[in-house]
């Protein structure tokens, strides 16, 4: 990997809000190679989701600028396709057509009728969703929404996937199962991911790197973990795992030794 | 067995007293148990309705009934108007017809008028909440005209039109449009951030985004607005229509009273209450329809 697949380079962000001007981000510097697992791990408020948004081409940045492939990222689209953290899934369209309205918008013109329901079937069998394909979004459990959230963003294949916090509004026991669901469809597909997340074992499990933000205001990237756990992994042999621990207590210290929790931004 | 009646078992065997003697009557009862839940559901939702109803008459059919009253009582009404109660649908010549077929054609305009408002009310309520400026530049202008009374509108309408039926059928239009036009708009500002960012991120565009994304989200809204749209077309069209002559219930009541037809009046009044609640029931029922699933995410 000699170019970078992504390239944040020297992004800042700032919001006026009338004559005062907050900035948020203070060059944000980023490279991520192909294929690789990345999570952005900060407290509340420092600006991890505004830094995903602007890769998303939600949100303009300020000043520096966000390459993928060498080019530059100044709109959304669905080569960066985003799992948002509440699923967004549209209520009055069923599971099925959630899906099928991101294939037909991306596939219109490269494949037929049939293809595209095979393709949408074929992602919702991904997230074992496949049996409430005719379900509405109100009729089924959160960790499911968010199931299929993630194949409404797969079916896109996407250059890379973002995902904002993904598992946050999920118990504990459903969040763990579809982490093993996410590691499984990136061991498979190999997608590039982004993932916000502020969960540090989470964030160990799962990801190749971990970047960890500094607190706001003008956040910028304080250190960077390479987590080097040999995939698949399994979450019962690494509780006692000695990089495992090391890993986590890492991010631990930077978290709560090197910046402190400020409490006006919870 | 219904579990009420297994329960009623049970219960006695925790309690002191012996069971036997507590069950046959608890068996006995189970049938009653099962018939009374719709009964009692049926008598609270009719009774009290029936009740008053007769009683208002009663009352009417007291104060209406003496020497000198101005108004004709129940009796009176159901004597002298009861072949337009009966036969909605009789056809004696022009002016001769049944009050059905008025409601038809009051009716008709309405509908026309209506569904003229709904759809220009809907694309100008999306315009209006999609862009701040053209909120910014309409609203007040809005604000002002919709106080306007809807006969109001008519003497001008008239002018424009030199024919009464387009000029009813305006009156309409212009009076219902305006809470779909406010009602829509809401609705739209209301679509969550996120609907819009799902939008966004599958680059749909303008077209795809007003059908798949702005008409449902905003549906429970735009359906409010015709729900009050409807009745205030109908609030119109029978003033209107008492203007403009023609064939329906409007008119019909103005000439009873200009030919001293109280008792008519009185039943063309029944009627169209009748008619307004109907098409507000139905509004309403599409609504619900058009809906399901919106509203709860």
């Known amino acids: 990997m000699q170019r970078p697949y992504l390239k944040i380079d020297h992004v800042c962000r700032s919001f006026a809000r009338g004559s005062t001007s907050t900035e948020v981000l203070k060059d944000v510097c980023l490279t991520i190679n192909k294929g690789e697992y990345v999570s952005i791990i900060g407290h509340s408020g420092c600006g991890k989701s505004t830094l995903l948004n602007m890769v998303a ?102 250059k890379v996937l973002l995902l904002d916090e993904p598992f946050g509004a999920l118990d504990a026991l459903t969040r763990a199962h579809l982490q093993d669901s996410v590691m499984a469809i990136h061991a498979a597909l190999g997608n590039t991911v982004i993932m916000i997340t502020h969960d540090v074992d989470e964030a160990v499990l799962l990801s190749d790197r971990i970047v960890m933000l500094t607190n706001g205001p003008a956040a910028h990237v304080g250190e960077i973990l390479d987590v080097t756990l040999p995939r698949p992994r399994k979450r019962l042999d690494l509780v006692a795992n000695s990089q495992y621990i090391r890993a986590r207590e890492g991010v631990l210290k930077f978290l709560y030794e090197r910046t402190h929790f400020v409490d006006s931004a919870a | ?94 002016q001769d017809v049944g009050l059905g077929w008025r409601v038809l054609v009051s009716l008709e305009r309405v509908l ?9 009310g809907v694309l100008v309520g999306c315009l209006i909440g999609q862009s701040v400026w053209a909120m910014r530049g309409l609203d007040p202008i809005f604000q002002v005209l919709r106080t306007v009374p809807p006969l109001a509108w008519l003497p001008i309408s008239l002018a424009a039109f030199r024919d009464s039926s387009p000029s009813a059928i305006f009156v309409i239009f212009i009076t219902s449009i305006w809470p779909i036009i406010i009602n829509t708009a809401v609705g739209i500002r209301n679509i969550p951030m996120d609907y819009r960012n799902v939008a ?65 009046i009185v039943v063309a009044l029944f009627y169209i209450g009748f008619v307004g609640f109907i098409l507000d029931k139905i509004v309403g029922a599409l609504g619900n329809l058009a809906t399901r699933g919106t509203a709860a995410s």
């Open chain 2, 112 to 120: 026309i008028g209506f569904g003229l408002a709904a759809i220009v």
């Open chain 2, 1 to 94: 067995m219904s579990v009420t009646a297994i329960k009623k078992e049970l219960a006695p065997q925790a309690a002191p007293v012996p069971a036997p003697i507590v069950r046959m009557p608890a068996q006995r009862a189970s049938i009653m148990e099962r018939v009374t839940p719709y009964l009692h559901g049926f008598a609270i939702n009719v009774i009290p309705p029936v009740i008053t109803l007769l009683a208002l008459l009663l009352i009417w059919q007291l104060l209406c009934d003496r020497p000198g009253a101005t108004l004709p009582a129940p009796t009176v009404v159901w004597n002298e108007a009861k072949d337009l109660i009966l036969e909605p649908f009789f056809n004696l010549g022009s």
């Open chain 2, 200 to 264: 966004a991120v599958l680059r749909l565009n303008a077209f795809e985004f007003f059908a798949r994304i702005m008409i449902p989200s905003a549906a429970p809204y735009i359906f409010t607005g015709l729900r009050i749209g409807i009745g205030l077309a109908w609030l119109a069209i029978v003033a209107a229509e008492m203007l403009t002559g023609g064939i329906g219930i409007g008119f019909f009541i103005w000439d009873a009273w200009n030919s001293s037809r109280l008792p008519d």
């Open chain 1, 57 to 158: 081409g939600l949100l303009p940045v300020s000043s520096g600028a966000i390459l993928l492939e060498d080019r530059e990222v100044n709109a959304p689209g669905p080569d960066r396709a985003v799992v948002f953290q509440n699923h967004s899934l549209l209520p009055w369209l069923t599971v099925y057509d959630n899906v099928r309205l991101a294939v037909d918008k991306v596939f219109s013109r490269t494949r037929n009728k049939a293809q595209r329901h095979d393709w949408t079937m074929h992602n919702l069998e991904l997230v074992q969703m496949g049996h409430a394909k005719d379900r509405r979004p109100s009729e089924i459990s959160g960790g499911m929404k968010q199931r299929v959230g993630i194949a409404r963003a797969l079916c896109m294949e996407p």
